[in-house]
């Protein structure tokens, strides 16, 4: 068996053939296995029709077999075609040799077993086409028989034969090149023999000899017209003649293609390579011809000339607006006076592919805030894979909080920018996301990839720098108007109203600026005012109202001297809004002192025995004090200065707490790191601290923790903020490491001023309060205050700076330096009967005019440091 494939040239059989082996003697049919196909006439025909000769015994006999192919069209589409001759009465050699004459005729040479016994041989070999190895599916028309009548004489007995090597069958083209000789063996036994052909174009070498020779049959096709012609030559010896028939097949000249078919793969909307086809004849002789295209989007150029010639084939998808996939055309070529060609073109388009630079696009930034005005766009490349053809693009499905500077265009390999902003009005607070669809249309395809668009969005809102404004009017001090800046949270402001609820208190609004201006005329002497100044945004996006708190202290006098109280106190703080200071012993109450009288106004009680740390929220509405005894934290409303709340916190003696509003959200913060929300007691995660002194900006992001009473002066900085989105997030950064080490032993105090770019630290060495810069910690400069050992620092409301510690005998232990330090503005004495100031119980009043401080002795002193 022989597996073998149809021609790629055209779609006829290239088959070939294999003598198998069988058993058995005497003549007879085969039969053999393998599906049989339905009842249709052969696939092939023979020539000669019956395989005939004699031999004598012990000898092979060969004889040549023409096979034609009836129906071409049944192998066009197989990949591969199996020829089996079955020999079951053992008759032929295994040795069948193939040759093939052209895509439709082939012959084979067979060769007899010379073990066959003297007698005759009937029968019929059995041709299969199979479609696998195993033959179990045959072609149509298969298997065909091939009849067989064959003489084994006896060994040693005269005989006489004439076998052609093949069978004496020709084709040739008109004018073409004659085809090869085939040799004809002669056998007598020694007896002379002749030769004759029955036509002039069957041409002998020989045509007479003695015993065995030979001859060679060439053909001359000369002055023939084309058509089939038939002869026979006759080689007769001793009385005996033997015909063998010849025939001579005289075609058209054919066309001949450089391709017999051609495939066009490009990506759909791409440039498309054309591609180039060589037209010739077989017999090399110029003819006309022409070419045209059955389909629209196939077209041919030349589309006529003279053989020899190259034509170029086009392939263009946009006749038709082809969608991807797979088509089939031809080019037919028709040359004068042979028949016409059909050349097979297959296209098949490969969708394109649309990519963007991004998967996702995120507007609005980390914290949900970056929508200043001018906004910075997003950029965003669309590509498509189409070289430098461009195919139209659009957006779909845009939010309506994104504005992208181009919803459509053209595309191609070279790319499409565009750019996208957020619009934030059309967004609600939180994380947004929305699928937008970029798509291109290509021919007819319709392209697309998908692009995520995110839109973080924070609560918009309006934060004064100042949520308490302390106002004083005395016959010689007198603050009764302040300027309050008002920041946009998304750094793009919009404008606002403002409205207070007493009518002692006017305010006025001037671009992003507050002016509130008091009307002491309206107030008795030595009383308290409070009023609630309401900021409203203009723009409708930013909802959310927000409250300033303004009290007027209206005195009789303003103290002239520093004033002391006895009574054993231990811990200070002030009111940043009402002119009082919040003391306490360590015991189970809270006197409230007026800083501008030094009179005890009253006591808060209802705490257990051991109180430790007081902060003060910086809108002046809550105190919060550390509750030793029970592990809690105490909220005390100064508006009715009664206990309006308890959380649980593992607190202790060395507990500090500071009250933060970083974005306007109020927190509690604990030196241990505990995070809290004052709204509702929510706890947030845990901050980067380990205990020590706490300060922060006024604004709440910048929080500075220094250490207490160490061989080193350890700083740790952290950034703080808070965000509406996913229900409220907290942003912390530990920005410098704990490990940093600030110059000096024994911290003490610490401050920052209101946008974190200014950190002040009191240590117990040096001698002096060092002044650093708040983004790395530097040392700016050193601010001396003689033989004291810094303990404290406080910077008043004009940004006056004062500097204190622990001072013996009559030495001063308050220095009060301006602004950036570099001027020793006053020296001040607390101490009394050596008793020295203690640390981190120095503070201010919130009109920024008086200071207040604890010594030793659990004095506290009321220190006018006036306008």
């Known amino acids: 068996m022989l597996r073998f494939r149809p021609s790629h040239a055209a779609p006829f059989l290239i088959a070939a053939l294999l003598a198998g082996c069988g058993g058995g003697g005497g003549g007879g049919s085969s039969g053999g296995g393998g599906a049989t196909t339905p009842d249709v006439s052969p696939a092939l025909t023979f020539t000669p029709a019956t395989v005939t000769g004699s031999v004598t015994a012990g000898v092979s006999l060969t004889a040549s077999v023409i096979a034609t192919v009836t129906r071409p069209n049944d192998f066009s589409n197989a990949t591969s075609v199996l020829a089996l001759v079955v020999d079951s009465a053992g008759v032929l050699l295994p040795n069948a040799q193939l040759v093939q004459d052209s895509n439709s005729q082939f012959h084979a040479v067979l060769q007899t077993a010379p073990t066959l016994a003297a007698g005759n041989y009937k029968g019929s070999f059995s041709v299969r086409l199979c479609r696998d190895s195993g033959c179990a599916s045959q072609f149509p028309g298969s298997p065909v028989a091939l009849p067989y009548d064959i003489t084994v004489l006896p060994a040693g007995g005269a005989s006489f034969t004439a076998v052609p090597a093949m069978p004496l069958s020709a084709s040739i083209q008109s004018g073409g090149t004659a085809p090869v000789g085939t040799a004809v063996a002669i056998t007598t036994g020694g007896a002379d023999w002749s030769a004759v052909s029955g036509a002039s174009w069957l041409q002998l070498s020989a045509t007479s000899g003695s015993g065995n020779g030979g001859l060679t049959v060439s053909y001359n096709a000369t002055g023939l017209a084309v058509g089939a012609y038939t002869t026979n030559l006759s080689v007769t010896s001793g009385g005996s003649t033997i015909t063998l028939p010849a025939t001579l097949t005289v075609l058209q000249p054919g066309l001949v293609l450089g391709s017999n078919s051609v495939t066009f793969s490009p990506i759909n909307g791409a440039p498309v390579p054309s591609q180039i086809v060589s037209l010739d004849t077989d017999n090399k002789l110029t003819t006309a011809w022409t070419a045209t295209s059955n389909t629209a989007w196939l077209s041919v150029s030349p589309t006529s000339g003279a053989t020899p010639a190259t034509t170029i084939l086009t392939v263009d998808p946009t006749v038709g607006t082809l969608a991807s996939g797979s088509y089939a055309g031809a080019i037919t070529?028709?040359?004068?006076?042979?028949?016409?060609?059909?050349?097979?073109?297959?296209?098949?388009?490969?969708p394109a592919t649309l990519q963007t630079s991004l998967s996702t696009l995120t507007l609005g930034g980390t914290y949900g805030r970056d929508f200043s005005l001018p906004l910075v766009p997003q950029p965003i490349k669309l590509t498509l894979n189409t070289g430098t053809n461009s195919w139209p693009w659009k957006l779909s499905n845009v939010p309506l909080w994104a504005s992208a500077s181009a919803t459509g265009g053209t595309v191609n390999a070279s790319g499409a920018d565009l750019s996208v902003k957020a619009v934030a009005a059309s967004a609600p607070a939180g994380t947004t996301g929305a699928l937008v669809t970029a798509s291109a249309k290509v021919n007819g395809d319709t392209v697309t990839t998908p692009l995520q668009f995110v839109i973080n969005k924070d609560l918009h809102k309006l934060l004064p720098a100042e949520t308490a404004v302390a106002l004083v009017s005395t016959p010689t001090w007198s603050r009764i108007t302040r300027t309050i800046t008002v920041n946009d949270n998304f750094n793009n402001f919009g404008g606002m109203s403002a409205t207070s609820d007493k009518s002692w208190l006017v305010v006025g609004v001037s671009g992003n600026q507050l002016t509130v201006t008091a009307d002491a005329s309206q107030q008795l002497t030595d009383t308290l005012a409070t009023a609630t100044i309401t900021v409203k945004p203009s723009d409708p996006d930013a909802t959310a109202p927000e409250v300033i708190r303004v009290a007027l202290w209206k005195g009789t006098a303003a103290p002239a001297a520093a004033s002391t109280t006895g009574l054993p106190y231990t811990t200070v703080a002030t009111d940043p809004l009402r002119p009082y200071a919040y003391v306490h012993n360590g015991g189970a109450y809270i006197d409230v002192y007026n800083l501008y009288t030094g009179l005890k106004e009253t006591s808060i009680t209802g705490f257990s025995a051991h109180l430790g740390d007081i902060a003060i929220s910086p809108n002046g509405d809550a105190l919060y004090v550390v509750d030793i005894d029970n592990s809690r934290i105490t909220t005390v409303s100064l508006?009715?200065?009664?206990?309006?709340?308890?959380?649980a916190v593992a607190g202790s003696a060395a507990t500090r707490i500071k009250l933060i509003r970083p974005n306007g959200i109020g927190m509690l913060v604990l030196s241990d790191g505990q995070l809290y929300l004052t709204a509702n007691n929510t706890r947030l995660a845990n901050l980067p601290l380990s205990n020590g002194t706490l300060a922060a900006s006024a604004d709440g992001k910048r929080l500075v923790q220094q250490s207490e009473g160490g061989a080193t002066v350890q700083h740790?900085?952290?950034?703080?903020?808070?965000?509406?989105?996913?229900?409220?997030?907290?942003?912390?950064?530990?920005?410098?490491?704990?490990?940093?080490?600030?110059?000096?032993?024994?911290?003490?105090?610490?401050?920052?001023?209101?946008?974190g770019t200014q950190v002040i630290y009191a240590a117990s060495t040096p001698n002096s309060c060092a002044m650093m810069d708040g983004a790395n910690l530097g040392i700016v400069r050193y601010l001396a205050i003689g033989n004291a050992v810094p303990n404290n620092v406080a910077v008043l409301l004009d940004g006056r700076i004062a500097c204190a510690g622990a001072a013996r005998g009559n030495s001063n232990d308050l220095y009060l330096y301006n602004s950036t330090g570099t001027q020793l503005i006053q020296q001040y004495k607390l101490n009394s009967a050596g008793k020295a100031l203690l640390p981190r119980q120095l503070a201010a009043s919130g009109d920024g005019w008086i200071l207040v401080g604890i010594t030793e002795d659990g004095a506290v002193t009321f220190l006018p440091v006036g306008p």
Not at 639 to 647: E, V
Not at 722 to 732: I, P
Not at 735 to 744: D, R, Y
């Open 716 to 755: 740790t900085t952290i950034s703080v903020d808070y965000s509406a989105l996913a229900g409220g997030t907290l942003f912390a950064a530990q920005q410098t490491s704990a490990s940093h080490t600030s110059p000096g032993t024994l911290g003490q105090d610490v401050w920052v001023n209101a946008d």
């Open 639 to 647: 508006a009715t200065r009664a206990i309006s709340g308890q959380l």
């Open 333 to 350: 070529i028709q040359a004068a006076g042979l028949a016409a060609r059909s050349l097979p073109v297959t296209l098949n388009l490969t």
